[in-house]
């Protein structure tokens, strides 16, 4: 259902999560964040001792994950969705520093990402969606009628992650490691040799660094309606 399927990607805690969300919502689309395959596949990895860095094995192990994301609406935790790995409820821990810490290299291997893109092409296709990531717009679904790129300062995004660090009980966490982290990650994500992030060229480029969630929001709703999407909801 390519006619019903918007992309955002952008870096790191730029804010697709949050308003990408709050997007699909207002439309009646299905959200799926498809940072969340990548730290499923990592995850899976470290649970079973291998390490990140062997390439052959983590794509072994990713062509045969068992998982499932499951929509969320009101979860008294503050989930989006709640992520099954092996029949175990994985949501929180799919954002600890280990995952953290290894996501960007195993995102880099090239048959990590062709497996994950064939399962988030057939999602597309059964779903009107709100697919958020670093390559949707580029390579995932680079026929889709709304393609948004959000970005923002380093510095900007790290606060951010504090706060969702903090809210989490992180409590050893600290601002410079965030930002150091989130510069190595932005390089990775960036320069790395399959479906570099960068944003489409006929993407909608939105900075959100002096912009509040719901003016992200509002610049994104009068896009869908500009572009005549079918909102499903109202
Ligand atoms: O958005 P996130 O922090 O949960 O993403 C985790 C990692 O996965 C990040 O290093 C970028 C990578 N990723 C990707 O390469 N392609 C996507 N479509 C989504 C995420």
């Known amino acids: 259902m390519i006619e019903t399927t918007i992309t955002i990607d952008g870096p790191a805690a730029s804010g697709k999560t949050t308003v990408g969300y709050e997007l699909a919502q207002k439309i009646g689309y299905v959200f799926l964040d498809t940072g969340v395959m990548y730290r499923v596949a990592t995850l899976a990895a ?120 903090l809210q989490r009980d992180y409590n050893t966490v600290e601002f410079e490691k965030i930002l150091a982290d989130i510069i190595r990650r932005d390089r990775i994500d960036s320069s790395r040799e399959h479906s570099p992030l960068k944003p489409a060229d006929d993407a909608l480029i939105i900075d959100t660094s002096t912009l509040t969630p719901e003016g992200v929001l509002q610049a994104m709703l009068d896009a869908v309606a500009e572009r005549e999407l079918p909102i499903l909801n109202g």
Not at 47 to 61: G, M, S
Not at 63 to 89: A, C, K, M, S
Not at 94 to 117: D, F, G, I, M, T
Not at 125 to 142: C, E, F, K, W, Y
């Open 46 to 165: 470290l649970n079973a001792n291998i390490d990140p860095q062997d390439e052959t094995a983590v794509v072994q192990i990713t062509q045969t994950l068992d998982f499932d994301i499951e929509p969320e609406i009101d979860h008294e935790d503050g989930r989006h969705y709640t992520v099954w790995v092996n029949g175990v409820d994985a949501t929180w821990e799919l954002r600890k520093p280990a995952v953290n810490q290894n996501v960007s290299a195993v995102a880099s291997y090239p048959q990590v990402r062709e497996e994950l893109v064939r399962l988030q092409r057939e999602f597309a296709d059964g779903h009107a969606t709100v697919m958020v990531g670093r390559d949707i717009g580029t390579v995932v679904l680079p026929d889709a009628p709304l393609k948004i790129y959000l970005e923002a300062t380093p510095e900007i995004r790290a606060r951010r992650r504090m706060g969702d660090h």
